[in-house]
């Protein structure tokens, strides 16, 4: 008796999920359709213009779906409707879509766009036969509502702010709606007045290699570096548009023309004195504030590395640190790749610690340091007066004298400590000195 009282049990319980196939809305809703673009109008459209989109299982809630706007090059640009039902979309098409349009010979060209709607789920894009003509700022077409073509990048003489007039732009081929046309993180202006730079001002602006080009992306932003430096002062190109970013985008149209190496940008990568007359400033020091000692090296004098009375970009101080710019930037000494680099290069070659106290040191992380950011643990103190090896040697102390000798021991690369001259490194605790207060008390084995 029990083994069949059991036996039904179990075949209950198998015989359950079985009644439940039937009917799976009681316990799931059903899975919601994916949307479906039938039809597009007008199909010749300007950008400030209306498209309709016409289909199925859109939301009903405007906002609660996403028309997706795509080139052929797989640049997207994203847009909410302004009307919408479960059947029709209205969407006005914005100023960003007109970066995806081609260029050429200076002006917009129209451009055919594929359309995609998220709307809880993603349609598929549409097929050419479905996909809309954008037309350009200097296309011709009926606006998608009669109006022509609105002037949306004419709004002033400078529609996009990137120091370039509209007339300009066409002219030299970068596009007068978006300040960097080739999406390398600098804008068409800066890299235009750079090349500019190193084509000595007082000659045409040169439009292709080797100088910066706002229509060639290759020399743009990896990170907070760039891989080209043309003026060769150890600052790469996206650097020295992030420093000058830093002071406010300092531009002097009156240093624009002649042959002097003065910048209108107040950082250029066509010259290495964009602003060689002007004398930084000394740093506000924040330690005083927590009863630690100021740095006691004179300033502005310990910015000047190459002692020729000219303030070169590498030795300036954008983010006001006390550092100078070349030692904070990404080939110089305040990052911890530079110093294994440095020493696996030196001759003879240096092993790494413990086996050479000074060598390279990864028993612990250390920050790099960056030329537009003047605390970079955000604990107020600045770059330059903070310690980043906490072997209470500043970063001015050690990273200054990789370079001039500027405690005047009659060397570089170290300092008098006790027991005489000592060899630094600015992100090993144990160099300068191996009793510093923060030198590993027990070496590994390997």
């Not at 955000?378 to 500043?394: I, K, V």
Request: hydrophobic content about 35%.
């Amino acid at each position: 008796m029990m083994f069949r009282r059991t036996l039904t049990i179990g075949l209950l319980a198998l015989a359950a999920p079985a009644a439940l196939v039937g009917a799976p809305g009681a316990w799931a809703k059903k899975s919601a359709s994916s949307p479906a673009i039938t039809k597009v109008s007008p199909m010749r459209v300007s950008v400030g213009g209306t498209l309709t989109i016409q289909g199925r299982h859109f939301r009903a809630k405007a906002r609660r779906n996403t028309v997706i706007f795509r080139a052929s090059n797989g640049r997207s640009a994203f847009v909410k409707p302004r009307r919408a039902s479960r059947a029709k979309l209205v969407v006005k098409v914005p100023a960003s879509v007109a970066r995806l349009l081609t260029v050429r010979n200076g002006a917009q060209r129209p451009t055919r766009l594929k359309l995609r709607v998220l709307a809880g789920k993603f349609s598929k894009f549409t097929s050419r036969r479905l996909s809309p003509v954008v037309l350009g700022t200097s296309a011709g077409g009926d606006g998608g509502g009669g109006g022509g073509v609105p002037a949306v990048c004419d709004s002033d003489a400078d529609h996009d702010d990137d120091l370039l007039p509209n007339e300009l732009e066409k002219q030299v081929g970068t596009d007068p709606c978006l300040a960097d046309t080739d999406g390398d993180g600098m804008t068409d202006g800066w890299e235009y007045y750079s090349a500019r730079d190193l084509n000595i001002k007082a000659v045409p602006y040169p439009g292709a290699r080797p100088y910066p080009n706002a229509l060639d992306p290759s020399d743009g932003r990896q990170g907070r570096s760039s891989r080209w430096d043309f003026d060769g002062d150890g600052l790469t190109s996206y650097e020295e548009y992030r420093a000058w970013r830093g002071i406010g985008s300092s531009f002097d149209v009156t240093k624009a023309g002649g042959t002097d190496l003065q910048s209108p940008l107040g950082y250029s990568d066509g010259t290495k004195f964009s602003r060689s007359a002007e004398a930084p400033s000394t740093p506000a020091w924040k330690g005083p504030q927590y009863g630690l000692p100021a740095p006691t090296q004179p300033f502005p004098a310990t910015y000047d590395l190459h002692a020729d009375g000219a303030w070169r970009d590498d030795e300036r101080d954008a983010d006001w640190d006390g550092l100078a710019n070349y030692f904070e930037s990404a080939r110089g000494p305040s990052n911890n790749g530079w110093w294994q680099s440095f020493w696996a290069d030196f001759t003879p070659t240096v092993d790494p610690w413990p086996d050479n106290y000074f060598g390279y040191f990864d028993r612990r992380p250390f920050t790099d340091l960056d030329l537009a950011d003047p605390d970079v643990d955000g604990d107020t103190l600045l770059d330059g007066e903070d310690d980043q090896d906490f072997d209470d040697y500043s970063n001015i102390t050690e990273l200054y004298e990789i370079v001039v000798d500027l405690d005047g021991n009659g060397a570089t690369l170290s300092v008098d400590v006790a027991g005489g001259p000592r060899t630094i490194n600015a992100m090993n605790p144990c160099a300068p000195s191996e009793d510093s207060r923060t030198c590993d008390d027990y070496k590994p084995f390997g």
